[in-house]
């Protein structure tokens, strides 16, 4: 996903974006995936990826048989001739496409939007009646995420990294670390019904695609982390870290919140 520069801290341009988005999927779709598995057939519905990314989701809707449309700010990491439409779309400015929409889903996106829940009201309303709005977030401010490192060094390391990238560089780009925690209320203010939210985590042992993501937000929040205290030897040692099988860090707590329009 992208929005504007200045307010989204992982811009679709930076030369690792496709890399970060094969990391989150591999991390995010197997839970996405029984989610939306588990709303039945998707034959002929109309569904709306929003903030696509790389477009593993809206392939995989597609694939069930979808109409599918996938929007991002900056749309490239999309494949096109994959089975799904491609829009160019800002969630801030612009209306909601095409509406109304059967299904729509958003993945780590609204929680790095200003207004993210006057956002979550607009594709509310663009539902369909009984229409199903799904929005998946990580819970990144809760912290203490070192489950075992190599050393003592490596875990205090980690943690200050982590406690600097969410308690300061995400929050001074806009995102709200705690929204995957607020979203269920905010469907409820939004009119939406029969509202559940589902939690997940798990371990990341260095090497996977969670704990390799430190390596990737160390390559695009560099400035930021330099500035929050970190030491360029600090960063290069994260990156060592990333890769080394001896540190497990407690995955960011997934919260997959699903409500239907009455």
Not at 134 to 140: D, G, P, R, V
Request: with cysteine; hydrophobic share 45%.
């Amino acid at each position: 996903m992208t929005t504007r520069r200045g307010t989204y801290s992982f811009d679709n341009d930076d030369p690792i974006a496709a890399l970060r988005h094969r990391l989150l999927a591999e991390i995010l779709d197997p839970f996405t995936v029984e989610r939306l598995a588990a709303l039945g057939d998707l034959t002929g519905r109309r569904c709306l990826e929003a903030g696509a990314g790389g477009g593993s989701i809206a392939g995989w809707l597609a694939g069930r048989g979808g109409s599918v449309l996938a929007t991002d700010l900056k749309p490239q990491h999309l494949e096109l001739g994959a089975g799904y439409r491609v829009l160019r779309h800002d969630l801030v400015t612009e209306p909601v496409p095409e509406p109304p929409w059967d299904l729509i889903h958003a993945r780590l996106v609204l929680s790095h939007l200003p207004d993210r829940a006057g956002v979550l009201r607009r594709l509310a309303a663009s539902l369909v009646p009984e229409g199903l709005l799904l929005i998946e977030e990580w819970a990144s401010a809760i912290r203490g995420v070192v489950l075992a490192a190599p050393d003592a060094a490596a875990a205090e390391l980690v943690e200050r990294y982590y406690d600097i990238l969410v308690g300061r560089v995400l929050p001074g780009n806009g995102n709200d670390p705690a929204w995957g925690c607020r979203v269920h209320a905010a469907m409820l203010a939004a009119g939406l019904t029969d509202v559940s939210t589902e939690v997940r985590a798990r371990s990341w042992p260095g090497g996977t695609a969670g704990a390799r993501l430190i390596a990737v937000n160390v390559e695009q929040q560099r400035a930021g982390l330099l500035a929050g205290g970190l030491t360029e030897t600090d960063l290069d040692r994260l990156g060592e870290l990333a890769e080394d099988p001896r540190l497990v860090v407690r995955g960011i707590l997934t919260y997959s919140t699903l409500g239907r329009r009455p």
